[in-house]
């Protein structure tokens, strides 16, 4: 398919998924004026709406993290898909068949790095498969042992897919080359790595369990290894490396399966046998995080499955501090979070096989919200018949209470506590709301700064024409929308050179000119399409605001005539530089001469 007929199923793929629509599936928008505003999902937009959306150009900006596009760049980034991949969700979505195609530009580039990937899954599924064959092999039987002393059922061995990677230096590339599997690509899989003599040996070569980690669409993206062996040095856990089709922070293990799950809740484990187990024992809504902090990503990945979350983490130092982080970030996401406490400091797994999975469901039943989690665990530090020790206790909780969005849940929490400690709900409200002013404030100020930032783009000199030159390009991009406005410009003299205050800019109107050079009509859904990834930010802040103006003909010249002064001021200082190196070039060539004698 020639380069011009993706675009074109690019610009359909956009017209049959409305953004609107879309976005609505994240966060709620509310209409403001010709667009549309909400909280943004991309980031931990807390109170003031950043994020800007118009029905009519379908597209998006957020005035905090800078982020804008299309439909397409949205679900890249709120799914953390790449474009192939947002573009096939989308299509798939509209019931459109995803073409195959040949050309050049950066789309052809995109296909190959999609080829490339897909090349990736492929080994992925040849290695897992691999790994649990081993495990019906003799030198499987060190992992089978370890996994029937775990008490797991073949079922699940089975459903997990998981396997053993024997001891042995070449085991797996040995069988993958066999396969025809090229060196590069096991390598950038994280199968195999690299000696300094160029040789290869396998990532898991010491004995391991290993666990496949299986995206959301069914497919291998990696491996975590848990060593059986005791008395090594070795890390008990190992995954492959972050590769092209596998990054931690995006994915949670057992996913694949727990999307499944009709409860509307996930729980949230540490580790992968805590997950494995508790499927086995019928909770078939267990995940767990990649071996790192609980990211903003997978708060999203969680809300985007369920909208309540219970942590199963450890009670100890280390789990209680994970606790709190992972649960503030799904707080702050709109997850309803709760936190389960495992009795007698056992894991999930072994509670289960000592007290059963009925006396685990009262375990979760029983799990505490986050806020009241907290307010406990604050309550353990001091103590409460001391008057200084409870004003210290009502202003460390208030900071707990001033996240609270929902009014209703903060006032039955207030009053909670106002029992408690017998002392007024309006003293503790006026306590809370003094801090939430001040964490407004704050917001605002980085909010404001984040934003003055993104939109000067580099610091710029204070003279009031060359801030005014700025804006006017700005205004006048924007006007550019219509082609009449673009007839304007050609007409005036101007040229893309002219748009100078930044390379975006220069860029931008050289793709609004040759669309409209080509007959198109330059709708900005399309423009978020064909610009450089690196401009979609500073484009779609352009774009999406038109100051709601009727006549953009009139409005036009204005801005026109800041950037015709300007170039004629810039054409100016060129010449008198010119005349001023001719001059010097003159007097140079004068004193060589009365230096000589007047000598040629």
Same mark, same amino acid.
């Given at each position: 398919m020639?380069?011009s007929d993706?675009?074109?199923?690019?610009?359909?793929v956009?017209?049959?998924?409305?953004?609107?629509?879309?976005i609505?599936?994240?966060?709620?928008?509310?209409?403001?004026?010709?667009?549309?505003?909400?909280?943004?999902?991309l980031h931990?937009?807390?109170?003031?709406?950043?994020l800007?959306?118009?029905?009519?150009?379908?597209?998006?900006?957020?005035?905090?993290?800078?982020?804008?596009?299309?439909?397409?760049?949205?679900?890249?980034?709120a799914?953390?898909?790449?474009?192939?991949?947002?573009?096939?969700?989308?299509?798939?979505?509209?019931?459109?068949?995803?073409?195959?195609?040949?050309?050049?530009?950066?789309?052809?580039?995109?296909?190959?790095?999609?080829k490339?990937?897909?090349?990736?899954y492929?080994?992925?599924?040849?290695?897992?498969?691999?790994?649990?064959?081993?495990l019906?092999?003799?030198?499987?039987?060190?992992?089978?042992?370890y996994l029937?002393?775990?008490k797991?059922?073949?079922?699940?061995?089975k459903k997990?897919?998981i396997?053993?990677?024997?001891?042995?230096?070449?085991?797996?590339?040995?069988?993958?080359?066999a =396969?025809g599997?090229?060196?590069?690509?096991?390598e950038?899989a994280?199968?195999?790595r690299r000696?300094?003599?160029?040789?290869?040996?396998?990532?898991?070569?010491?004995?391991?369990?290993?666990?496949?980690i299986?995206?959301?669409?069914?497919?291998?993206?990696?491996?975590?290894?848990?060593?059986?062996?005791?008395?090594?040095?070795?890390?008990?856990?190992?995954?492959t490396?972050?590769?092209?089709?596998?990054?931690?922070k995006?994915?949670?293990?057992?996913?694949?399966?727990?999307?499944?799950?009709?409860?509307?809740?996930l729980?949230?484990?540490?580790?992968?046998?805590?997950?494995?187990?508790?499927?086995?024992?019928?909770?078939?809504?267990?995940?767990?995080?990649?071996?790192?902090?609980?990211?903003?990503?997978?708060?999203?990945?969680?809300?985007r499955?369920?909208?309540?979350?219970?942590?199963?983490?450890?009670?100890?130092?280390?789990?209680?501090?994970a606790?709190?982080?992972?649960?503030?970030?799904?707080?702050?996401?709109?997850?309803k979070?709760?936190?389960?406490?495992?009795?007698d400091?056992?894991?999930?797994?072994e509670?289960?096989?000592?007290?059963?999975p009925?006396?685990?469901?009262?375990?979760?039943?029983?799990?505490?919200?986050?806020?009241?989690?907290?307010?406990?665990g604050i309550?353990?530090?001091?103590?409460?018949n001391?008057?200084?020790?409870k004003?210290?206790?009502?202003?460390?909780?208030?900071?707990?209470?001033?996240?609270?969005?929902?009014?209703?849940?903060?006032?039955?929490?207030?009053?909670?506590?106002?029992?408690?400690?017998?002392?007024?709900?309006?003293?503790?409200?006026?306590?809370?709301?003094?801090?939430?002013?001040?964490?407004?404030?704050?917001d605002?100020?980085?909010?404001?700064?984040?934003?003055?930032?993104?939109?000067?783009?580099?610091?710029?000199?204070?003279?009031?024409?060359?801030?005014?030159?700025?804006w006017?390009?700005?205004f006048?991009?924007?006007?550019?929308?219509?082609?009449?406005?673009?007839?304007k410009v050609?007409?005036?003299?101007?040229?893309?050179?002219?748009?100078a205050?930044?390379?975006?800019?220069?860029?931008?109107?050289?793709?609004?000119i040759?669309l409209?050079?080509?007959?198109?009509?330059?709708?900005?859904?399309?423009?978020?399409?064909r610009?450089?990834?690196?401009?979609?930010?500073?484009?779609s802040?352009?774009?999406?605001?038109?100051?709601?103006?009727?006549?953009?003909?009139l409005?036009?010249a204005?801005?026109?005539?800041?950037?015709?002064?300007?170039?004629?001021?810039?054409?100016?200082?060129?010449a008198?530089?010119?005349?001023? =190196?001719?001059?010097?070039?003159?007097?140079?060539?004068?004193?060589?001469?009365?230096?000589?004698?007047?000598?040629?």
């Open positions: 020639a380069s993706f675009q074109s199923f690019l610009d359909e956009v017209m049959r998924n409305d953004i609107v629509e879309i609505s599936g994240f966060t709620t928008l509310k209409r403001s004026g010709n667009n549309m505003m909400g909280l943004c999902p931990n937009d807390k109170k003031s709406p950043s800007s959306v118009s029905p009519d150009k379908q597209i998006f900006h957020c005035f905090g993290c800078g982020a804008g596009g299309s439909v397409i760049q949205f679900v890249e980034a799914m953390n898909l790449d474009f192939m991949d947002a573009v096939k969700y989308l299509a798939d979505r509209a019931h459109m068949e995803m073409p195959s195609t040949r050309g050049g530009g950066d789309k052809q580039k995109q296909l190959m790095l999609s490339k990937k897909e090349r990736l492929q080994i992925n599924a040849m290695a897992a498969r691999y790994y649990f064959d081993c019906s092999k003799p030198e499987g039987k060190p992992g089978l042992d029937r002393e775990r797991l059922k073949n079922s699940t061995i997990f897919g396997g053993y990677a024997p001891e042995g230096w070449t085991d797996l590339y040995d069988h993958l080359k =396969q599997c090229a060196e590069g690509d096991m950038d994280g199968l195999i000696r300094q003599n160029g040789t290869y040996y396998d990532a898991f070569y010491d004995g391991r369990v290993v666990f496949p299986i995206d959301v669409r069914g497919r291998v993206i990696a491996f975590g290894g848990r060593i059986i062996r005791d008395g090594t040095d070795a890390p008990k856990y190992w995954n490396p972050e590769t092209l089709i596998f990054k931690k995006d994915n949670l293990f057992g996913l694949n399966l727990a999307k499944n799950d009709k409860s509307g809740r729980l949230l484990m540490e580790g992968y046998m805590d997950v494995v187990a508790l499927h086995q024992s019928g909770f078939g809504n267990a995940v767990a995080s990649l071996g790192t902090a609980f990211t903003p990503e997978q708060a999203r990945l969680v809300k499955y369920a909208p309540r979350a219970v942590l199963c983490y450890d009670n100890d130092e280390a789990g209680i501090k606790t709190l982080r992972a649960g503030d970030i799904l707080f702050d996401e709109g997850v979070v709760r936190v389960l406490t495992v009795t400091g056992k894991d999930p797994d509670f289960i096989k000592n007290k059963g009925d006396m685990f469901s009262v375990l979760i039943e029983r799990s505490r919200p986050l806020i009241e989690y907290k307010i406990d309550r353990e530090k001091y103590n409460l001391d008057v200084d020790d004003v210290d206790f009502t202003r460390e909780v208030s900071e707990v209470l001033a996240r609270i969005k929902d009014a209703a849940q903060r006032e039955i929490y207030v009053g909670r506590l106002a029992d408690e400690l017998k002392i007024s709900a309006a003293g503790i409200m006026a306590g809370v709301s003094d801090i939430e002013l001040k964490n407004a404030e704050t605002q100020r980085c909010r404001e700064s984040e934003r003055l930032r993104r939109t000067m783009h580099r610091p710029l000199p204070e003279e009031k024409n060359v801030r005014g030159v700025y006017a390009e700005r006048l991009l924007n006007l550019m929308c219509d082609e009449r406005v673009i007839k050609l007409e005036s003299g101007l040229t893309p050179d002219d748009f205050s930044e390379p975006a800019h220069k860029r931008l109107a050289e793709l609004l040759s409209a050079e080509s007959g198109a009509v330059p709708e900005p859904s399309d423009i978020m399409g610009c450089a990834p690196e401009d979609a930010g500073t484009v802040d352009i774009l999406i605001n038109d100051k709601e103006t009727k006549d953009k003909l409005a036009c204005g801005p026109i005539g800041i950037l015709v002064r300007a170039k004629e001021e810039r054409q100016r200082l060129n008198a530089q010119d005349d001023e =190196q001719l001059r010097l070039l003159f007097e140079k060539k004068k004193n060589r001469k009365n230096a000589t004698g007047g000598a040629k």
